[in-house]
């Protein structure tokens, strides 16, 4: 998965490369701290109305304190924003713009109900990409959702999306297979989002270590979706699925847990 260190760097490479992302599956961790290889998180708000729209921005500054203002395109954005709340609920994946002067913006960011939320931007600059993450947070009192221990199925907007994958280790690459179907059937058609099949985020419970995964090479008409992974660490994660059948985004979310 992402190579990154665990305050947020990834490996090294070329911009076209998977960066980690894809079925190398570097074991290495990210998003845990604020700064990272030279770059620093600096949201203009940390605190939210729960179910309030609020156009929010934050800027990326370098060592001398300065806002970074050019970024290189990864996965067809120039940025990518996941806000997931503290329980592993409520998952978002926004792409912010970027203003001339280096302020990412994002119109109407809303945290739907009261707790703690973690935002990560995963970003290229210089060649190098990095994940930061910095906690948000939304008045009121939260309850904590409990989840099961592993769920191997899921269905959201009319499709069913089953994880085949049984037995998951640590520090082993692991094929993690979803077959997407529609009334018992295999979709037949997979479009592509941000230039492949799926897209997934698998945050570890507890600190929200984070992993970002792109799918090898799957046929679009086979209703199924592969990533090549390898998950540093035992412990219960949390995985969010993004795939776009029949040409929908759909985003589903399964719990493993990882074994020694």
Request: aromatic content about 8%; overall charge negative; cysteine-free.
């Amino acid at each position: 998965m992402a190579g990154h260190d665990d305050h947020g760097e990834h490996g090294a490479h070329s911009p076209d490369a998977p960066r980690g992302y894809g079925p190398e599956g570097h074991a290495a961790l990210g998003g845990l701290a604020l700064a990272a290889n030279g770059l620093r998180f600096e949201p203009a708000e940390t605190r939210f109305e729960p179910g309030e729209p609020t156009d929010w921005s934050f800027r990326l500054v370098d060592a001398g304190g300065e806002a970074v203002a050019e970024y290189e395109t990864i996965h067809g954005e120039s940025s990518h924003l996941i806000v997931v709340r503290r329980d592993l609920s409520r998952f978002q994946h926004l792409h912010p713009s970027l203003e001339t002067d280096g302020t990412w913006t994002v119109p109407g960011l809303t945290l739907p109900d009261p707790g703690v939320y973690r935002a990560f931007v995963d970003v290229v600059v210089d060649g190098t990409p990095t994940t930061l993450g910095f906690d948000l947070f939304a008045s009121g009192s939260d309850d904590v959702e409990p989840r099961p221990t592993a769920t191997r199925r899921a269905t959201a907007d009319g499709y069913d999306v089953t994880l085949l994958a049984e037995d998951v280790s640590a520090a082993e690459r692991t094929q993690l297979l979803f077959d997407v179907r529609r009334d018992g059937e295999l979709v037949a058609d997979l479009a592509e989002y941000l230039g492949a099949l799926g897209h997934l985020v698998a945050l570890r419970e507890g600190d929200l270590a984070y992993l970002h995964v792109h799918p090898e090479t799957t046929d679009p008409g086979s209703g199924r979706v592969e990533f090549g992974a390898i998950f540093p660490t035992p412990g219960r994660h949390r995985l969010f699925l993004q795939t776009k059948p029949d040409g929908n985004l759909v985003t589903t979310a399964f719990d493993v847990r990882v074994d020694e």
